[in-house]
Nanobody, 117 residues
Framework: QVQLVESGGGLVQPGGSLKLSCAASGSIFRRYTMGWYRQATGKQRDMVATITNSGSTNYAASVKGRFTVSRDNAKNTVHLQMNSLKPEDTAVYFC???????????WGQGTQVTVSS
């Protein structure tokens, strides 16, 4: 079992920055690929960024060059630095931990990010 707790969401103006954090507990953190997903009102949940236990990253095309995902295996945390935010980035952002063997998949409770003037 893994427990995930997100923090750092809030209201920011277009062009601004926010940093989301996710603290994990309950299992061996470095086993998991960590990710950030987001879900806007009335839309499906989409991948934003993922980072493997070795540090390989993957980004959605819409955030590439603006967002940076990182992890600290010693502190069991994963971060999402979001720069040049746009109104279309407004969504609930969820932290995810995933292992393929054995298959495990965990979600945090989500944190709201609102980009508006």
């Amino acid at each position: 079992q893994v427990q995930l707790v997100e923090s750092g969401g809030g209201l920011v103006q277009p062009g601004g920055s926010l940093k989301l954090s996710c603290a994990a507990s309950g299992s061996i953190f470095r086993r998991y690929t960590m990710g950030w997903y987001r879900q806007a009102t009335g839309k499906q949940r989409d991948m934003v960024a993922t980072i493997t236990n070795s540090g390989s990253t993957n980004y959605a095309a819409s955030v590439k060059g603006r967002f940076t995902v990182s992890r600290d295996n010693a502190k069991n945390t994963v971060h999402l630095q979001m720069n040049s935010l746009k109104p279309e980035d407004t969504a609930v952002y969820f932290c995810n931990a995933r292992s393929l063997s054995p298959f495990e998949n965990y979600w945090g409770q989500g944190t709201q990010v609102t980009v508006s003037s």
